[in-house]
């Protein structure tokens, strides 16, 4: 296999090879693995992180919001090619969209944490809407409606705080 980065560039040197670098300090250490490992575009030349990187796609203090038409092309996404089709809808409709902010913008307009139910239903903006209303009257019927969505509670209620139990905590 071709070596890369600076291990390929000590060797050709004729340094020793990488074990020797197991006398570098720990962050010395994690940045030469990055500098062989990383992708050039996710660190700087000394190895450190590259911060917007790792930021999210659609940066929201550049003012990139959800404007009406991106919603209208959602919907006529949702209408056409139906929930869960994220990439097809981001290549027809939303191109500067990422699929991840598409279906979390999928779960506001439905007013559900969980798709599942709907997946690969084509629905038109009337039956996001008529769905929307539903979800949020059980939520807030059942009180699993938090953040403008029905939260899926099988796991918990992360609106309520944690409570302990005598089963659990043998102190009590």
């Known amino acids: 296999t071709p070596q890369r980065g600076a291990m390929a560039e000590a060797n050709a040197a004729g340094a020793e090879p990488a074990e020797g670098n197991l006398n570098l300090s720990g962050e010395e250490y994690v940045r030469f693995m990055r500098r062989e490992l990383c992708l050039p575009e996710m660190i700087e030349e000394d190895g450190s992180l590259r911060e917007e990187y790792f930021q999210p796609k659609t940066d929201l ?18 209408a056409k090619l139906g929930v869960g089709q994220w990439s097809e809808i981001r290549q027809a409709y ?35 809407t008529e769905e929307r209303t539903k979800n949020e009257d059980l939520g807030k019927e059942a009180g699993d409606w938090h953040f403008g969505v029905r939260v899926d509670t099988r796991f918990g209620n992360p609106a309520a705080p944690a409570k302990a139990s005598s089963d659990e905590n043998p102190a009590q």
């Open 61 to 78: 203090s550049d003012g990139v919001l959800w404007s009406d038409a991106a919603v209208d092309k959602l919907l006529e996404g949702l």
């Open 94 to 128: 939303l191109v500067h969209w990422d699929e991840l902010a598409i279906k979390l913008k999928a779960c506001s307009l439905l007013g559900v944490q969980d798709l599942s139910p709907y997946l690969g239903r084509c629905m038109t903006k009337e039956e996001v």
